[in-house]
Structure formats: structure tokens, C-alpha cells
């Protein structure tokens, strides 16, 4: 399994930014598939995870109502489609999957891609 994130970038306070990510590697059946992010100094913090089969979401109350995650099935790809960014959406994202599990937690996806850096600024 290999997750590979794209879409990162700069934009400006109130911009809009798709983020994707597919699994490159060995094909692989998830239960979950989501992001969380990391800002320095700070700790991995969910952005939105969802469960495949039935479409289920969890989102970090930081960016409800913001921040959409939505699957192609078929291609087997997540993608976080970001609106109204703000400074404190500075982060890199990181693209998950796990096999079984569907929570808001980090440390309960198996894998992780790279991340990608998105950046706010004026």
C-alpha cells in the first residue's frame, strides 16, 4: 500500500483547495479512508475520515462546514475539498487508510501517506 496525497500549495485567507489521494501500491480493500494534519509544534488533528461502504464522516469541528471529504470507489481515491481557508488551516495533510477500523483517532489507521503541505497566507 502506498498513499499518495496530491493538490497541496499556497493560497491566500479565503481560498479554495481540492486535495486528492490514491493508493499507488498493492490493491487494497479499506474500510476508512480520510485526513488529518499536523501543524508545527502541534499534534495530528482530524480533518475527516469516512467510512466507505456506507459513506459515513467524521469531521474535526475546526473545519465543519468548510472542509468536504468525498471517495471515488471505483478509483479508489479520497479527496478534501477545502473552502473559506483560513491562517490556522497552515498544516500538512495526511491522506489515511485502515482496513477495519473507521474513527477519529490517528494512531488507529495503519496507513499514511507523506503528506502534503498546504499554507495560508496573505
Known amino acids: 500500500v502506498q498513499l499518495v496525497e496530491s493538490g497541496g500549495g499556497s493560497v491566500q485567507p479565503g481560498d479554495s483547495l481540492r486535495l486528492s489521494c490514491r493508493n499507488s501500491g498493492r490493491a487494497e480493500s479499506f474500510y476508512a479512508m480520510g485526513w488529518f494534519r499536523q501543524a508545527p509544534g502541534e499534534e495530528r488533528e482530524l480533518v475527516g475520515t469516512?467510512?466507505?461502504?456506507?459513506?459515513?464522516?467524521y469531521y474535526g469541528d475546526s473545519v465543519k462546514g468548510r472542509f468536504t471529504v468525498s471517495t471515488d470507489n471505483a478509483e479508489g481515491t479520497v479527496h478534501l475539498q477545502m473552502n473559506s481557508l483560513k491562517f490556522e488551516d497552515t498544516a500538512i495533510y495526511y491522506c489515511?487508510?485502515?482496513?477495519?477500523?473507521?474513527?477519529?483517532?490517528?494512531?488507529?489507521?495503519?496507513?499514511w501517506g507523506r503528506g502534503t503541505q498546504v499554507t495560508v497566507s496573505s
Open positions: 469516512v467510512r466507505l461502504n456506507t459513506g459515513t464522516i
Open positions: 489515511v487508510a485502515d482496513r477495519w477500523r473507521h474513527t477519529i483517532l490517528p494512531h488507529d489507521y495503519d496507513y
